[in-house]
């Protein structure tokens, strides 16, 4: 089994930054893709990013985070980080970060591991 453990969500201002981690335990992490999904209230769960595991390497990003996301994982700590910049209210809610073998796809089905959610507030 997998456990994915979520830290570094909250209260930023538009325009602001954070950064969210994703410490992976249970199965080798250099193995898992790891993407970042995010859902806000009345809204379907959306694919925000992903990277491959190790032996791949690609980055995906959702048209709407190009350029201010940036996804990446060190295999040492066995974290994935996302790294947001430039925030808007848009960008307003629950982020989760989820792992399947190998390669990154969009559908929220595909993942078979997820955390628990951190909550991303951005006031305009």
């Known amino acids: 089994q997998v456990q994915l453990v979520e830290s570094g969500g909250g209260s930023v201002q538009d325009g602001g930054s954070l950064r969210l981690s994703c410490m992976h335990s249970?199965?080798?992490?250099?193995?898992?893709?790891v993407a970042w999904f995010r859902q806000a209230p009345g809204k379907e769960r959306e694919f925000v990013t992903g990277?491959?595991?190790?032996?791949?390497?690609?980055?995906y990003y959702a048209d709407s985070v190009k350029g201010r996301f940036t996804i990446s994982r060190d295999n040492a700590k066995n974290t994935a980080y996302l790294q947001m910049n430039s925030l808007s209210p848009e960008d307003t809610a629950v982020y989760y970060c989820?792992?399947?073998?190998?390669?990154?796809?969009?559908?929220?089905?595909?993942?078979?591991?997820w955390g628990q959610g951190t909550q991303v507030t951005v006031s305009s």
């Open positions: 989820a792992t399947r073998p190998y390669d990154v796809l969009t559908m929220a089905y595909s993942y078979d591991y």
């Open positions: 249970g199965r080798p992490f250099s193995r898992y893709a």
């Open positions: 990277i491959s595991w190790s032996g791949g390497g690609g980055t």
